[in-house]
T-cell receptor, first 114, second 110 residues
Framework: DTGVSQDPRHKITKRGQNVTFRCDPI?????LYWYRQTLGQGPEFLTYFQNEAQLEKSRLLSDRFSAERPKGSFSTLEIQRTEQGDSAMYLC????????????FGQGTRLTVV | GESVGLHLPTLSVQEGDNSIINCAYSNSASDYFIWYKQESGKGPQFIID?????DKRQGQRVTVLLNKTVKHLSLQIAATQPGDSAVYFC?????????FGKGTRLSVIA
């Protein structure tokens, strides 16, 4: 257990539905990252926060995706009008800013869109 | 665009032997290189990192070598154990965030 928790672990949804995932980072970590991983591929960066500020978004993050970190602690990732191509593992990670490169990952939320 | 990639997608090693996993990168401006281990159904787990101004770094049973001349990174695992079976990713950082390669699956034969 890395200390980063994600909920739910698995989600099956019908195409067109909205889904929301939650990530609770390690409490003293001010950076929080969202990644997406499909089978056989490495994680792909989606977005990251420093405290409550969203500092960078990948062009992978279409306008159907939105992420928030309202109080600089937990974060949510929402996908609206899900598509089958959204099926993937969604990973959250946290780290301290500056210095160390070490980011701690959660177990991920596996999304299946049917 | 610049990217991190891997030479081999799979590697099978006899238990007790040493493993070497290779990675090529193209962004010579990266600050850090990191190796992650990912077991089935779990998130990536940090193994070891190396700053771009270093050539070698050792951890417990693992050594990372960085050859900036040929833009090559390797992870050496000594006395490979069944618990080392996983997918290994190299990743790089220039600023934020991490950029991952595709991964190498290491299978340890008992």
């Amino acid at each position: 257990d890395t200390g980063v928790s994600q909920d739910p672990r698995h989600k099956i949804t019908k195409r067109g539905q909205n889904v929301t995932f939650r990530c609770d980072p390690i409490s003293e970590h001010n950076r929080l990252y969202w990644y997406r991983q499909t089978l056989g591929q490495g994680p792909e960066f989606l977005t990251y926060f420093q405290n409550e500020a969203q500092l960078e978004k990948s062009r992978l993050l279409s306008d159907r995706f939105s992420a928030e970190r309202p109080k600089g602690s937990f974060s949510t990732l929402e996908i609206q009008r899900t598509e089958q191509g959204d099926s993937a593992m969604y990973l959250c990670a946290s780290s301290l800013s500056g210095g160390t490169a070490e980011a701690f990952f959660g177990q991920g939320t596996r999304l299946t869109v049917v | 665009g610049e990217s991190v990639g891997l030479h081999l997608p799979t590697l099978s090693v006899q238990e007790g032997d040493n493993s070497i996993i290779n990675c090529a990168y193209s962004n010579s401006a990266s600050d850090y290189f990191i190796w992650y281990k990912q077991e089935s159904g779990k998130g990536p787990q940090f193994i070891i990192d190396i700053r771009s101004n270093m050539d070698k770094r050792q951890g417990q049973r693992v050594t990372v070598l960085l050859n900036k001349t040929v833009k090559h990174l390797s992870l050496q695992i000594a006395a490979t154990q069944p618990g080392d079976s996983a997918v290994y990713f190299c990743a790089e950082i220039k600023g934020t965030p991490l950029v991952f390669g595709k991964g190498t699956r290491l299978s340890v034969i008992a």
